[in-house]
């Protein structure tokens, strides 16, 4: 029997399927064809306009989206760490974003064809991949509400509590490190600003006693002073698979005794 990815088995949880565990886990082991791409820094992992026949898992490194102005500069939509689905938005199966790797980076691969029926057969694996990106939608809204409407300060702040909360979720510490190998420009080209900019806008926290970068490092002394100053909170990131389009089962049993009655239903509970 194959073995599948670590990664994998914990982004799709089969052994949480309810009685079914291992048998999802060794069907997927055993008919998932699952593809290990190693990719150099700055090289390109999906070019805008090409196509995409399967899911990709950030297995290790970061990688992000961007898409290319014609005067040469370039908006970064998407930033990925390790764990995330690599997703760029599609219009008809198409990426509107190139996706490159920051630094070394590994991609796990799974062509839609073999995941196909494995969500078939257990329509709640899909969850999985909804939830992913939805959470994505909502970092999305939060960089959205950046660009329009919060200052340098605030905007900096709210991507780099961001960036730690991902990398480090689990963290409650005041103070809080974390390995960051985007560059300044990288960072300014994500939040809408010049690198001069984005510099002040650092030296400023610096100077608040609130953050400092390193190379390759970012060192965040107070996240909660910081979180104060950008109007920071994490809930957006929590990656929730739970059946929230289900309505609560007190609900569904009402509605269920009402259509026995012949009764209609008039409101949820």
Known sequence: MNSLAPELLHFFRFDEL???????????????EVRVRVYSPDTPILHEGERSFC???LKSGWAYSDTQLRDGTRQIIDIYVAGDLVEPT????????????VDYSTVLEVPFAGLL?????????????TAASARFDAIHV???????????????????????????????????EFPCPLTQI????????????FNRTLRDLRLLGLVVVRKGTIVIS??????????????????RHADWWQ???????????????????????
């Open 18 to 32: 309810p009685g079914k565990g291992a048998e999802a886990s060794a069907l997927a082991a055993e008919t998932l």
């Open 142 to 176: 939060e960089r959205l509400v950046s660009l329009g409407k919060r200052d340098a300060t605030a905007r900096t702040a709210h991507l780099l509590l961001e960036l730690a909360e991902r990398v480090h979720p689990d963290s409650a510490d005041i103070e809080v």
């Open 247 to 269: 309505e609560p089962q007190a609900a569904q049993d009402v509605a269920a005794n009402a259509l026995l009655e012949g009764i209609p239903r008039k409101a949820h509970l």
């Open 55 to 57: 899911v990709r898992l």
């Open 222 to 239: 107070n996240r909660f002073r910081l979180a104060q100053l950008a109007e920071f909170s994490a809930d957006y990131l929590q990656l």
């Open 90 to 101: 599609t219009v008809g199966g198409h990426s509107r974003a190139s996706v490159r790797a």
């Open 117 to 129: 029926p494995l969500i078939k057969r257990w329509p709640v694996l899909a969850d999985r991949l």
């Open 186 to 197: 990288d960072l300014a080209d994500a939040l809408g600003m010049t690198a001069i900019h």
